[in-house]
């Protein structure tokens, strides 16, 4: 419920989009990361610009008062390089589970916001 979303622009084009929403059962203390992507035919500014949207998720996030992010992926291939990202700020899996196809886990993660917020304001 409630979500925020943000599109990106690189030089008046559309290069990715973040937002931020809240879920009934965790409301009170978490604020989940909603469906982020950026275009890859941006091929020299692909991760600044990962990193740039990730960095807006987190500062709005940090806004609403909640202790924690969460956001989820999965394990399948076209999500490597999102699950690195995540990892790489300290996003950790907290809870697994298959997705409904069967091929792949479901992959939630969580973080302290106040950490996340520190670490995207001492690189913005």
């Known amino acids: 419920s409630d979500p925020s979303y943000w599109v990106a622009l690189y030089h008046g084009h559309l290069a990715g989009v973040t ?8 409301r009170q203390e978490a604020v989940w990361g909603g469906w982020t992507a950026y275009d890859p035919a ?22 609403t008062g909640r202790r924690l992010l969460r956001l989820y992926t999965s394990t399948l291939p076209e999500e490597a390089a999102a699950n690195r990202l995540y990892d790489h700020v300290g996003l950790k899996v907290y809870r697994t589970e298959p997705l409904p196809d069967g091929t792949g886990m479901v992959l939630y993660r969580q973080a302290e916001l106040a950490s996340l917020y520190k670490r995207a304001r001492n690189t913005v």
């Open 42 to 63: 941006l091929r020299s500014s692909v991760s600044r610009g990962k990193m740039l949207l990730l960095q807006k998720m987190v500062i709005e996030a940090q806004a």
């Open 19 to 26: 937002g931020i929403y809240f879920t009934p059962g965790d």
